[in-house]
Nanobody
Framework: QVQLVESGGGLVQAGGSLRISCLAS????????IYWYRQAPGKEREFVAAVSWSGRNTYYADFAEGRFTIFRDDAKNTVFLHMNSLKPEDTALYSCAADGGDYLTGWTNDFASWGQGTQVTVSS
């Protein structure tokens, strides 16, 4: 099983950029797709972006397409989410999740691990 720790959150002005990280440990990381979700106060958790175990495939929510980039560095056991043109409505707790590490060929919403999250706050 993969253990996940997020970092890199903080306060940024609208229009700015931020890169958050998801550090993984565990033998199954290389075979796991990694997903970013976010949850704003009073709202349900929503999908942000995902990267496949190979790193060759990515998937974005509509609001993230064109502004956010997800990528992985397996040498560092880390998945990054780079966010540009941030808006106040991007303010949320961002959490990463890992699937079961079985070299899946598609996407899933069945996760084996979750991190604790990192707070991103965008001021207007």
């Amino acid at each position: 099983q993969v253990q996940l720790v997020e970092s890199g959150g903080g306060l940024v002005q609208a229009g700015g950029s931020l890169r958050i990280s998801c550090l993984a440990s565990g033998r199954t990381f290389s075979g796991a797709g990694i997903y970013w979700y976010r949850q704003a106060p009073g709202k349900e958790r929503e999908f942000v972006a995902a990267v496949s175990w190979s790193g060759r495939n990515t998937y974005y929510a509509d609001f993230a397409e064109g502004r956010f980039t997800i990528f992985r560095d397996d040498a560092k056991n880390t998945v990054f989410l780079h966010m540009n043109s941030l808006k106040p409505e991007d303010t949320a707790l961002y959490s990463c999740a890992a699937d079961g590490g079985d070299y899946l060929t598609g996407w899933t919403n069945d996760f084996a691990s979750w991190g604790q999250g990192t707070q991103v706050t965008v001021s207007s």
